[in-house]
């Protein structure tokens, strides 16, 4: 009998081509090598389901993906057993049982993002694929109030990059802050969805704003103004870029959550700047 079932994903991005398999190429991707995986398991081939598309690179802690199996294997053993045959850089960190009509992208309310920035002169050797490094002294409460433009509903073209499939650059941005502790400074953003390097720009724009080369009512005017992709701050890359989680709660219950609580960084506790 055929059920589905419910994964959740932790990646290190560095060596892969993004979550995605790109048929008709080798490029090692965080979906193939989860197929891979589930055939070795029970020798059967399985099609993996994602709920959000990154980009080489970007790392995932709450990646969720789905497939349909005819296993009996209760869904409590999977992470177990998949991860005895997974890469170190690969983890599934939990599954479960779902209804049929459960859909890892399409039944989504919302995804969450980190970009992480190191803020010293130094940069670092051991954190060099998970963070970006910015030498010169940010202006905290300037991103702060530029990352607070992005909360609502807005035509977000200016911050997505050209070659984007998106039909649509409207997404409604649920929160959006920026958190601190130490030398680490972090741009956390939820939203019902994003566009194409829609956070990177985002991210980019706000160490533009705490560089002092940009106003944060620069944010508020891009929104308005609808410009093409591209406009806001540069594309900050991908190894400063993680997917924190996907919520399936109801619309409603997303919008009286409360704000995000302290980021958890490295055993650093990072915490929201007003």
């Not at 106003?215 to 594309?235: H, Q, Y």
Request: proline share 5%.
């Amino acid at each position: 009998m055929k059920r589905r079932l419910k994964l959740t994903v932790e990646y290190d991005g560095t060596g892969f081509s993004g979550f995605q398999r790109q048929t008709g190429t080798d490029l090692r991707t965080v979906q193939g090598v989860l197929e891979r995986a589930l055939k070795q398991l029970t020798g059967s081939e399985y099609v993996i389901v994602g709920a959000g598309r990154t980009d080489a690179g970007v790392h995932a802690l709450g990646q969720v993906a789905h497939f349909d199996t005819e296993s009996g294997l209760p869904a409590v053993r999977w992470p177990a057993a998949l991860n005895g045959l997974l890469p170190p850089d690969v983890s599934v960190s939990g599954a479960e049982e779902v209804d049929d009509s459960f859909h890892a992208r399409c039944s989504a309310k919302s995804k969450e993002y980190c970009y992480l920035i190191l803020n010293r002169p130094q940069r670092s050797a051991i954190w060099h694929h998970h963070s970006y490094h910015v030498p010169q002294r940010l202006d905290l409460k300037s991103m702060a109030q530029g990352a607070g433009c992005f909360t609502g509903t807005h035509d977000f073209r200016a911050f997505s990059a050209a070659g984007s499939s998106a039909r649509s650059t409207v997404r409604r941005v649920f929160a959006s802050s920026v958190f601190a502790g130490g030398h680490w400074i972090g741009f956390r953003v939820a939203a019902s969805g994003f566009l194409y390097k829609m956070v990177r720009l985002m991210a980019g724009t706000l160490v533009e704003v705490g560089l002092g080369r940009t106003d944060p009512v620069r944010i508020e005017e891009l929104l308005v103004s609808r410009d093409g992709c591209e406009k806001g701050g540069p594309t900050l890359p991908p190894r400063g870029l993680f997917l924190v989680r996907i919520t399936y709660e109801d619309e409603q219950e997303l919008l009286c959550a409360p704000e995000f609580p302290a980021l958890n960084v490295f055993g650093s506790s990072l915490v929201r700047v007003p």
